[in-house]
């Protein structure tokens, strides 16, 4: 078993929870090797945070292993992001950066790799590159983190309305957006809105006959400015 601690989440951590943006996503490159990093925060019905266990998604995207993680420490205060990977977790590592099991050239060293992945991590993560990375990935995240999304088998945007006073619309709910293939931009643009009108949208399992997302667009553009 080996421990460490992703101390370069905490500027991207800090910064989700303070945008209410409780999603974090990106991508590491190294080598051969694609490094999707996931971490969803948990809301209530209110829209609120809850604060308890977290976990850390790691999907390695050449080989489409997701590797899954308890996250250990105090992760807003002291900024600790600490995993304990098996013998099992580095083998894939090893196999999404194509080494096998070769005993020529360079000792591989997994700290000292996950060292170099922690150096890489961005300080700040625009809503747009979640969007992208989660939506470049979405059938792997919509298999591994159905936890994290409302209603996980609806996938179809159905419509949007006004939430009761005191409400906000969930993370689990807006986090399904991400997945849609409307505009990066746009969706963005949805998810700022539903924010800032306290709105939330609803699903539907059965594809409807014509797109929902204009049309939704639209009537949430409007409300956010009065019209």
Sequence with gaps: ???FNFTGLHPA?????NRHEPSIAFTLLDGHGRFVFLLFLVTDSSGKIIWGDLELFLLLGRTQRM????????HKIKGDFKIRLTQEDEIAIRSELDLGQATSGPAFNLCNFLSKLNGLIPLSIPLEEKIAVIRADREPIKANCESYLDQ????YLLRAAPLPPGKNPRE???RKLYMLDAAIDDVAAL???LKRVRWTTYWTAVEPNTDKFAEIFTKVARASTGQ
């Design 13 to 17: 951590f800090v910064e989700a929870v």
């Design 1 to 3: 078993m080996t421990e």
């Design 152 to 155: 996980a088998e609806k996938i």
């Design 172 to 174: 689990e709910t807006l």
């Design 191 to 193: 998810i700022r809105n």
């Design 67 to 74: 590797l899954r993680f308890k996250l250990l420490g105090n």
